[in-house]
Nanobody, 123 residues
Framework: QVQLVESGGGLVQPGGSLRLTCAAS????????MGWYRQAPGKQRELVAA???????NYADSVKGRFTISRDNAKNTVYLQMNSLKPEDTAVYYC?????????????????WGQGTQVTVSS
């Protein structure tokens, strides 16, 4: 019903920047919340940043002041601008979409995930 495709990951040196993009596709009318999570080896998946359709944002303390989340509601796309990257930011980053309203249907969808994109911060 909803496909999330992430892009923009890669290898970057400490202090560098990357921009992640996640595009949602399907018969979507609206998505209430979109966000980015990450999972490092041996650790649990954690919230990085989230944004509602109204523009309210929420960030993990570890990324505040360095990462910025934004979205284009018309394109059902969410972005994560990551600056001043640190080795501890290394992880697989996953896109999430929650509370989806579908076109031509009274159905609602919850908690969709992308396949993940690897971000590696290393010199």
């Amino acid at each position: 019903q909803v496909q999330l495709v992430e892009s923009g990951g890669g290898l970057v040196q400490p202090g560098g920047s990357l921009r992640l993009t996640c595009a949602a596709s399907g018969s979507i009318f609206s998505i209430y919340a979109m966000g980015w999570y990450r999972q490092a080896p041996g650790k649990q998946r954690e919230l990085v940043a989230a944004i509602t359709s109204g523009g309210s944002t929420n960030y993990a303390d570890s990324v505040k002041g360095r990462f910025t989340i934004s979205r284009d509601n018309a394109k059902n796309t969410v972005y994560l601008q990551m600056n001043s990257l640190k080795p501890e930011d290394t992880a697989v980053y996953y896109c999430n979409a929650d509370r989806v309203v579908f076109r031509y249907s009274a159905e609602r969808g919850y908690d969709y995930w992308g396949q993940g994109t690897q971000v590696t911060v290393s010199s």
